[in-house]
């Protein structure tokens, strides 16, 4: 047995999960390790494990969710943490995904959209203070750099790529107005669980939230409601975006704005994380490159934002059966 292997079954041990059948979860985008700990005794929880050069920081994590379980969110409660802090033990949300509720109960859609947008909306109004990276407008820009670095076929000439990413922070700059609130930054319905045997906006379980930083409040909104791992009938989105303005008393037209403008930034961005993804070995995340596409027109199709189509469609190629071919090969 390795030293890891060790202390890995040292930690369980010391914790009470000694005798825990130890399941692997599918792995998401990130480095980090997660696994189902199951004990007739116990229940079950969360094994998380985080290696040394992954990009996470276990400190970040562990203070977000003091913070976020602190504002009355569904955040898992730490259980566990070793000394390396490389190990972590957390509260298990049960395996009613979302992601998962929409493909077995489609009907389900409406509710559990509603529930995550009174989620969003609590955090908009009492997020409360906490030292998070900041995500303004100049950092959203520079955020769209990994679509050239991996998604283009040619090498895009620097003073070009200058020319896309001042554009963008300039209509990001003119539609992000108003006070900033702390963004979950990956909220969607792969990262949302039904926990329906808490009360409150707590029911709905949150993970993957490491990355939580300090951005305009349409930022979660955009990424839950243009989703791009599924569709989302135009009326439902149009429905929850109403209701979050009405319990946060957001201007429909400045918010619909900044969305729209969030909403190209993000599937520029995602774009060339997921060609990145495919070439480090993971190309079923392209299957949803002709979504993320679709959305970036559809926010360019905003008035503040259709000056933009031309500078992104002369630089950025759409993503063609040929170009998703080119992008997977060795």
């Known amino acids: 047995m390795t030293e890891r292997a060790c202390a890995f079954d040292a930690f369980l041990a010391d914790h009470g999960w000694a005798k825990a059948r130890v399941t692997p979860i599918k792995q998401d985008a990130s480095k980090r390790i997660f696994y189902r700990l199951s004990d007739p005794a116990s229940g079950t929880a969360i094994l998380m494990q985080i290696p040394p050069d992954a990009a996470e920081n276990p400190k970040d994590i562990i203070r977000l969710t003091q913070h976020l379980r602190g504002i009355g ?3 898992p409660e730490i259980l566990a943490i070793n000394p390396t802090q490389t190990l972590m033990i957390t509260e298990d ?3 009613r995904r979302f992601a998962d509720e ?3 109960t489609p009907q389900l859609q409406f509710e559990r959209y509603i529930s995550a947008v009174d989620m969003l909306a609590h955090l908009r109004l009492h997020g409360g203070d906490i030292e998070v990276p900041l995500g303004d407008p100049e950092t959203l820009a520079a955020m769209i750099d990994p679509v050239f670095q991996y998604y283009c076929v040619t ?3 620097d003073h070009q790529r200058q020319d896309l990413t001042t554009h963008l922070y300039q209509i990001l700059k003119q539609n992000l107005t108003g006070k900033m609130t702390l963004s979950l930054r990956d909220c969607h319905a792969e990262n949302l669980i039904w926990a329906g045997h808490k009360s409150g906006i707590a029911k709905v379980g949150i993970i993957d939230f490491q990355d939580a930083f300090l951005t305009h409040p349409a930022y979660d909104l955009a990424s839950l409601l243009y989703d791009v791992r599924r569709d989302i009938a135009p009326d439902l989105r149009a429905k929850m975006v109403e209701h979050y303005i ?6 429909l037209d400045q918010f619909g704005a ?3 403008a969030i909403n190209v930034q993000r599937n520029l961005r995602i774009l060339g994380v997921f060609a990145k993804l495919a070439k480090q070995g993971r190309p079923h995340y392209l299957a949803w490159a002709d979504r993320t596409w679709r959305y970036i027109q559809e926010g360019l199709t905003h008035q503040t934002l259709a000056p933009l189509g031309n500078t992104i469609h002369a630089l950025i190629p759409e993503p063609t059966a040929d170009h998703i071919a080119w992008l997977t090969h060795d």
Do not use: C, R, S, Y
Not at 246 to 251: G, I, L, Y
């Open 73 to 75: 969110l569904g955040a």
């Open 93 to 95: 949300l049960g395996e």
């Open 102 to 104: 929409f493909i077995a």
């Open 155 to 157: 090498t895009i000439p």
């Open 246 to 251: 009405q319990k946060t008393q957001d201007d």
């Open 258 to 260: 900044a969305m729209h």
